[in-house]
């Protein structure tokens, strides 16, 4: 998604929100969704990406191909305590407001996700180290009332319009649910929480190995009249290994890889 970098001293404050800090629940850069929006604490609000319906994907964050045709029974992936749950702009979580209760730091970070997707998140990033590439975690799980600094943030910045291709609603974004991690490379930081972060080394290494650690990059190119949000390939979904093996060889988008309706707008 072409997303607008906060400067960075706004992305300070981003990352002591996120950590936990006061300064009311901060803002971050446009995102899920939130996907650019990160971190618990990304920058204001990376959104929780684009790609025509019934597409699948290759591991370069790409939809391509045709979906399944397979429709998910009623209720389906709407637990938010559930690896599988969906979260989009027309699912929000049940309560709105809940919050996960088993969060922990992702390593080298005070960020914190959901335990199974912060030890799985601390294995990327050792794998990661070890072809060349030190990540960092730039955003995690956030807060209702921390995506609601973000998504007000990017209304502000850019109309409620573009601030909803890029910045997901409270109570809509991904990085509410724990699972939602937002990744950047030190080497590149003018790519953090932007497109191009694809087009590093750094970023094509993330796109063809997140799955071999549980994550999908949810929004990827050519899927935004599914997912909602421009394409996000800093924003990684965990679902587990399994998982994201089948949502990659479906297509690489939650929704139509799990039999869910595009989700390309609020109702409304």
Known sequence: MARRALPAAGLAVLAALAAGCSLSDGLPAPSTTTSAPAASSSSPGAPDA?????SSASPSGTATGPAPSSVAPAGAHAD????????????????????PQDLVPVPGSDLPLRAEAARAAGGLLEAAAAAGHELVTLSAYRSHAYQAQTYGHWVDELGRQEADRVSARPGHSEHQTGLAWDVGDPE???????ACFGDTAAG?????????????????????????YAPEPWHLRFVGREAAAAVEAAGGVLETAWGLPAAPDYPG
Not at 81 to 98: F, G, I, T
Not at 188 to 194: R, V
Not at 204 to 228: D, K, S
């Open 80 to 99: 938010p305590a559930a690896l599988d749950v969906v979260v989009n702009k027309a699912r929000p979580l049940s309560p709105v407001d809940w919050a």
């Open 204 to 228: 094509r290494w993330v796109a063809e190995h997140a799955a071999e650690h549980g994550f999908v990059v949810r929004y990827p190119a050519g899927a935004e009249h599914v997912t909602g």
């Open 50 to 54: 684009s790609g025509p319906a019934g």
């Open 188 to 194: 590149s930081p003018q790519c953090h929480l932007e």
